[in-house]
């Protein structure tokens, strides 16, 4: 499961709300024990989509490494990565699925009419067929 | 033996090490020898069959591999590899909107598209709703009209001020015989029309300028250029990573041509690749240096292609590679281009932020300047101190005067038409011969329209030769007003 500290919540919440109607993105760092995760930081980056923002997200490698870099800096692990969905379900989409990696929790925040409505953290397979969801607490 | 990062998840399968040393030459050599010691993460960074799996982005210190030698790229001692996975997303998967919905007429119209599965009912939506700007309804323009109409792009706005002559038919397939004399802009739109009625097509004639061309471009998903000018390529570039749409480039040389994709998701543009115009003159445009007609054809159905991928979002698209083809060695080669960081348009410190004067950028005269109505035949050449019209040069023979009359064309040009009484050194040669002229004489020089023999009579002046004089409109102005059986071509 993943346990989201409420100062790195904040702050998610704060961005995607921010950023309505538009999708917003960053990354998750912070440390897992076993198979519990907690993200202790939020990193807000920019989403690098070129086209229209409001039902697509776009992480630019060089971001994720600078946060991946950002994390080892601190003593953390990059251990996910965050995006909201503005007027739509928290659900993992079939394009979330396609352009996802194995290996980290996504968490997405349902944004209805700018407000937060709610969020679920997935957890996508190695052929990027599936999304399991993965136990979320803030 | 170089650093490898390991990503989090991925520690479990290095003993809890987040980085791990591994030796080899190449990025392929490293991650092999990584997996060979560590077989329980080959299965998280290679596919089955070998291949590193497609969300893995691998990163040699700061750069991404793929703009350095892939696979094969160089590895030192000192270096870090890391794995960076590529991820994006979205809410809903794009849902062309209402109206983009295909009538009967229109599933049977384009049923070869709809039975392939990567284009299929969905695709063809997203041509319907696709709005694509041709610049230049030329050589290039005339296949990519053609073929972008027929494949069913729901709108295409045509940007073109110019009038269907004979030697366009050559190449541009869209205007026929009949419709010389006509605006390009309303042959092509009819012969677009005709095959396919469901096509919205719309005329934007004007050049395009910096006062128009953003709020052209604005309205369109992509550009593609058709242009044969430098002003207005760095114009369609500047607009386009302005507007953050996407550019799809081409251009054509006699049997050379090339294609790109500019401006594309934070690729390469235009300026990345040449950041200055070449000297004014340097590059001679298809009518001063003639090109194969079919070669359009073939540089113009690259960049549909590419507009229709982009379209579609299939395939590769021809981002970060510049596409060269020799027509008589029968050859496509690919460079690699890289984004320039201090591009001074899509860099991180770029100095414009707004359209400039293109014509005094690569330092040419503005066709299109005040009082110029667009369309208008050519204008009576002025004429210049150094200058000499035909109508002086005739009367100049006719009277017997003492002068040298240099041809600086080249000689398959001077077999085509030639001016009585002129003697051939090609421009190329011309400075080694300045020395066999007499710098007190006469010199009257001439080529096809004047722009090379403008050059050549400023050789002689720095050689300090007084009385040189270039004939205004070249050979072409003598057909039109002296002799009218000299051919023009």
């Not at chain 2, 128009?212 to 992509?222: F, G, P, Q, S, T």
């Not at chain 2, 041809?407 to 077999?415: A, G, I, S």
Request: aromatic share 8%; proline share 7%.
């Amino acid at each position: 499961m993943i346990r989201i500290e409420p100062e790195p919540w904040a702050a998610m919440v704060s961005h995607a709300r921010e950023t309505y109607p538009n999708e917003c993105c960053g990354a998750m760092l912070g440390s897992i024990d076993g198979e519990q995760k907690f993200v202790r930081v939020a990193m807000p980056l920019e989403n690098a989509f070129a086209g229209a923002q409001a039902t697509r997200y776009e992480l630019r490698p060089e971001d994720l490494l600078a946060a991946d870099k950002a994390a080892r800096a601190r003593q953390m692990d990059l251990i996910g990565i965050y995006h909201s969905h503005p007027d739509c379900d928290a659900y993992f989409s079939a394009t979330d699925l396609r352009n996802s990696c194995p290996w980290y929790s996504f968490v997405v925040l349902s944004i209805q009419k700018g407000e937060f409505h709610h969020a679920n953290s997935w957890l996508p397979n190695m052929d990027q067929t599936e999304a399991a969801k993965e136990e979320l607490s803030y | 033996m170089a650093k490898v990062l390991i990503p989090t998840p991925l520690r479990q399968y290095t003993g809890k090490q987040d980085a791990v040393s591994a030796s080899g030459a190449t990025v392929a050599e490293v991650l092999n020898a990584l997996t060979a010691e560590y077989p329980d993460l080959r299965k998280q960074i290679f596919t089955p069959e070998g291949k590193v799996r497609s969300f893995v982005n691998v990163y040699l210190n700061d750069e991404d591999i793929r703009y350095l030698s892939k696979d094969a790229t160089p590895v030192a001692d000192a270096d870090t590899i890391s794995l960076v996975p590529s991820i994006a997303g979205g809410s809903t998967v794009t849902v062309p909107p209402e109206e983009a919905a295909l009538t009967k007429d229109e599933i049977l119209r384009y049923s070869r598209h709809l039975i392939i599965p990567e284009v299929g009912i969905e695709g063809q939506q997203k041509l319907k709703a696709a709005k694509v700007l041709l610049v230049g309804a030329g050589g290039l323009g005339a296949p990519l009209g053609l073929y972008l109409t027929a494949a069913g792009v729901g709108h295409i706005g045509l940007v073109d001020f110019d009038i269907v002559d004979f030697t366009n038919l050559q190449r541009q397939v869209i205007h026929s015989t009949a419709d010389v004399g006509r605006k390009k802009l309303d042959s092509a739109a009819e012969k677009m029309q005709a095959i396919n009625p469901n096509v919205k097509i719309t005329r934007h004639e004007v050049a395009l300028s910096s006062e128009n061309a953003l709020d052209i471009l604005k309205d369109y998903d992509l550009v593609v250029d058709g242009t044969d000018n430098f002003p207005t390529r760095y114009l369609v570039n500047d607009a386009c990573v302005l507007l953050n749409k996407p550019n799809v480039y081409g251009s054509i040389f006699r049997f050379e041509g090339q294609a790109t994709v500019f401006a594309y998701e934070g690729g390469p543009c235009y300026r990345c690749l040449y950041p200055e115009p070449p000297p004014p003159g340097l590059v001679p445009s298809c009518a001063e240096g003639g090109v194969l007609g079919i070669l359009p054809g073939t540089i113009g159905l690259i960049q549909a292609t590419e507009a229709v991928k982009l379209i579609l979002g299939i395939g590769e698209p021809l981002v970060g590679r510049l596409l060269l083809y020799d027509a008589l060695g029968m050859r496509f080669r690919e460079l690699k281009l890289r984004k320039n960081p201090e591009c001074p348009v899509c860099g991180e410190h770029r100095t414009i932020t707004k359209l400039i004067d293109y014509h005094q950028f690569c330092g040419v005269p503005n066709p299109q300047g005040p009082g110029v109505t667009p369309a208008a035949p050519a204008q009576e050449a002025k004429v210049n101190e150094g200058e000499i019209d035909v109508t002086e040069l005739k009367q100049k023979m006719d009277r017997g005067d003492n002068f040298v009359l240099i041809d600086v064309r080249e000689p398959h040009e001077y077999k085509i038409a030639s001016i009585p009484g002129s003697r051939l050194i090609p421009l190329g040669e011309f400075p080694r011969h300045v020395g066999e002229f007499d710098p007190e004489a006469d010199i009257v020089i001439h080529c096809k329209s004047g722009m090379r023999s403008a050059k050549a009579c400023a050789v002689l002046r720095q050689a300090g030769f007084q009385h040189v004089r270039n004939v205004v409109g070249g050979i072409l102005a003598w057909s039109d007003k002296i002799d009218p059986s000299v051919p023009k071509y």
